[in-house]
């Protein structure tokens, strides 16, 4: 069993009632879990598990993968959800994060980057020079060198105008 803090990148449905999340965690970098029965009304992860939450989390490693069997939520970043631009900054970075990272491959460097940016967001509000601060801080923590370009990472992801 492993317990961490985490940030959570995005959701796929499966099936009627399961889902699988990615989330960034301190300890363990990307986490690809299953959610078993989230989609239940009530289900005793939901509303703990929204996409750009902080959580804590609990999960197991198990033949299929891992399974979330724990999660409490320490951060919902309300003033991101209230705004419009702030919550389409935070989306892209949660994507570019999970779009660059691989799953069981830690950074604590990542981490800090992705949490303090969420944090940014929440207080200070949303500046268009946000994304090319994050787009840069994420490069040079993934290893590319202070180059900055995130066009180096070959990712297909648009950045929000």
Do not use: C, N
């Given at each position: 069993?492993?317990f961490?803090?985490?940030?959570?990148?995005?959701?796929?449905?499966?099936?009627?009632?399961?889902?699988?999340?990615?989330l960034?965690?301190?300890?363990?970098?990307k986490?690809?879990?299953?959610?078993q029965?989230?989609?239940?009304?009530?289900a005793?992860?939901?509303?703990?598990?929204?996409?750009?939450?902080?959580?804590?989390?609990?999960?197991?490693?198990?033949?299929n993968?891992?399974?979330?069997?724990?999660?409490?939520?320490?951060?919902?970043w309300?003033?991101?959800?209230?705004?419009?631009?702030?919550?389409?900054?935070?989306?892209?970075?949660?994507?570019?994060?999970?779009?660059?990272?691989f799953?069981?491959?830690?950074?604590?460097?990542?981490?800090?980057?992705?949490?303090?940016?969420?944090?940014?967001?929440?207080?200070?509000?949303?500046?268009?020079?946000?994304?090319?601060?994050?787009?840069?801080?994420l490069?040079?923590?993934?290893g590319?060198?202070?180059?900055?370009?995130?066009?180096?990472?070959?990712?297909?992801?648009?950045?929000?105008?």
């Open positions: 069993m492993y961490t803090d985490a940030i959570v990148l995005s959701k796929t449905d499966v099936g009627e009632a399961d889902a699988v999340f990615s960034y965690t301190k300890e363990y970098g986490v690809r879990a299953r959610a029965g989230i989609k239940k009304g009530r005793k992860l939901r509303g703990h598990l929204e996409t750009l939450a902080l959580s804590h989390v609990g999960f197991v490693a198990t033949k993968g891992e399974r979330l069997i724990y999660a409490e939520a320490s951060a919902m309300p003033g991101i959800r209230a705004d419009f631009e702030r919550m389409r900054a935070a989306m892209y970075f949660a994507s570019l994060v999970d779009s660059a990272t799953a069981g491959e830690s950074d604590p460097d990542v981490w800090s980057h992705l949490k303090s940016a969420f944090g940014a967001l929440e207080t200070q509000g949303f500046e268009k020079e946000s994304f090319e601060a994050f787009e840069k801080g490069v040079r923590h993934l590319y060198g202070s180059a900055g370009d995130i066009s180096i990472l070959g990712l297909s992801i648009a950045r929000p105008v």
